[in-house]
T-cell receptor, first 112, second 112 residues
Framework: DVKVTQSSRYLVKRTGEKVFLECVQD?????MFWYRQDPGLGLRLIYF???????EKGDIPEGYSVSREKKERFSLILESASTNQTSMYLC???????????FGPGTRLTVT | GESVGLHLPTLSVQEGDNSIINCAYS??????FIWYKQESGKGPQFIID?????DKRQGQRVTVLLNKTVKHLSLQIAATQPGDSAVYFC???????????FGPGTSLSVIP
């Protein structure tokens, strides 16, 4: 079974802090994605990556950056956390296409 | 912009009854559609998909129907069980596109 793990299930940070969310997948997938999930808005794509050291902006990249130094790991960085970045963050990976994505359990981030 | 949406945010059904979850999409160029299930505390999980050259596809206890004329997608769950309680997302994409667009989700509650 594909396994996508995220470094934390719950995280509380202060405004202005730099925050790192880590995601690791164990199936040698090329594609990795970061989404945020907010009630009534569904999943919104922040960034995605098709290969090591490659990244593409999604629909809401402002305030975020990413890093993919190894194929299995995709990190989401909040350079200076703000309260409007309080959300559930979901990482996903897929093999050859974007269609069948496998999701991690999510990290619920609260910025105070 | 074009987006995928759902008709109802919540749905309650009696255990053993059939459930129908609806989804409307607006991008007529979308040619691939996916249903995801998200249980409490977990990431979304792929359920079933359908391509635009089909109007029906069946899985285990689930059926997806696609009506391209009215841009409508539905997920039918037969003999709904308590384990089916979750949030269900429809998603759309174009074959040549590199992103999947998710709807806001419908929360299904199964009444024992």
């Amino acid at each position: 079974d594909v396994k996508v793990t995220q470094s934390s299930r719950y995280l509380v940070k202060r405004t202005g802090e730099k925050v790192f969310l880590e995601c690791v997948q164990d199936m040698d997938h090329e594609n990795m994605f970061w989404y945020r999930q907010d009630p009534g808005l569904g999943l919104r794509l922040i960034y995605f990556s098709y290969d090591v050291k490659m990244k593409e902006k999604g629909d809401i990249p402002e305030g975020y950056s990413v890093s993919r130094e190894k194929k299995e790991r995709f990190s989401l960085i909040l350079e200076s956390a703000s309260t409007n970045q309080t959300s559930m963050y979901l990482c996903a990976s897929s093999f050859a296409t974007v269609y069948e994505q496998y999701f991690g359990p999510g990290t619920r981030l609260t910025v105070t | 912009g074009e987006s995928v949406g759902l008709h109802l945010p919540t749905l309650s059904v009696q255990e053993g009854d059939n459930s129908i979850i609806n989804c409307a999409y607006s991008n007529s160029a979308s040619d691939y559609f996916i249903w995801y299930k998200q249980e409490s505390g977990k990431g979304p999980q792929f359920i079933i998909d359908i391509r635009s050259n089909m109007d029906k596809r069946q899985g285990q206890r689930v059926t997806v129907l696609l009506n391209k004329t009215v841009k409508h997608l539905s997920l039918q769950i037969a003999a709904t069980q308590p384990g089916d309680s979750a949030v269900y997302f429809c998603a759309e994409t174009e074959t040549s596109y590199d992103k999947v667009i998710f709807g806001p989700g419908t929360s299904l509650s199964v009444i024992p």
